[in-house]
């Protein structure tokens, strides 16, 4: 309680009063903004929820442009960003986060952090020494998901990885794992052997690529589709359906795909280093396609892959 004002500035009540403020002042935190809401999360196979947009930052370089573009999208709302050993951005991603939550007053549990262990690292101890440099390049004590990039042909390494995969989520160095371009056999096999199922599995998926064996494969199994390349790399935005829907919305080509797949429940990861496009990916969510819209959009969906053999994963 605050001593009277007839209290003598010498007491030591009033001096005590004046210390409690002083230390206040000192340890006054910023204020913390509350989580932000419009981006909705997904509740994953282990009981961790994963914000279903996330930053993409393949091909983005290890400097200025990936942390002003990683800076753009939490500071637009985003919540995860999904990077990779392999795309060699884990240091300027983690700089823009940590200087992020510095500047914001953010807990590290605010943003969702994702990376992959890349073909080379597969086996027990290469995947532990991969995931700890990792960590060091993003300067962070834990990833919230960390993934096999690829299922790679050993099929012993890649059990051995998983279970390192396994030990490092027992550990708290990461708090999800899962797998990416695995197809049906992959994903069979190794719930053959593992004791966790992958919690996600990223493929490519999009109207032109919507791989629905694949999903609904892993959709039995409860492992969220993590989309990928969601925007067909900007090669599918004149196509004249998706024109077409978009005038219909007043939408972009790029909100019809990214709302086309998070409506399937998948979790997407549009890049861009384009503030604008990183803003407006972001809205892609406040509107509901209608039923003759979405049947139009699903019978695009053959095997179009935009990303090359190498990421074809074999059913
Ligand atoms: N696990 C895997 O093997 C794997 C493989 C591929 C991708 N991924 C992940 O998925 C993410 C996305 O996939 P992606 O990078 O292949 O392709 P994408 O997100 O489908 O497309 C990215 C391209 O679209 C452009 N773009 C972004 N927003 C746009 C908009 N609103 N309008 C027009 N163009 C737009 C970007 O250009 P600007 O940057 O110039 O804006 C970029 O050229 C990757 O960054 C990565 O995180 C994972």
Redesign the pocket.
Known sequence: MAPSAITPETSPERQTFVKNIKNSIDNHQPHTRPRNTSVANVTLNDGNSIPQV???????PNGQETED?VTAALDAGYRHI???AR?ANEEACGRAIRRWLERTGNSRDEVYVCS?LWDADHGFEATFNALCESLDKFGLDYLDLY?I??PADDEEKRLASWRALETAQRLGKVRSIGV??FGASHIENLLKNARVPPAVN???V?PFCQREDLVKLCAKHGITI?????????NK?EDPTITRIAEKYQR????I?LNWNASRGNVV??????AT??Q??LDSFDFTLEQEDIEAINALGAENY??GSM?KSKD
């Open positions: 996330a930053l993409g930052v393949y091909k983005a573009a999904d990077s990779a795309y992959k993934l990039h690829s990416s371009n990223q493929v490519e999009h993590e989309a990928y390349s969601p925007l067909a790399r900007g935005l972009t080509p790029a909100q795909l990861l549009p890049k861009s280093l384009t496009r990183i407006s990916n935009v990303t990421h």
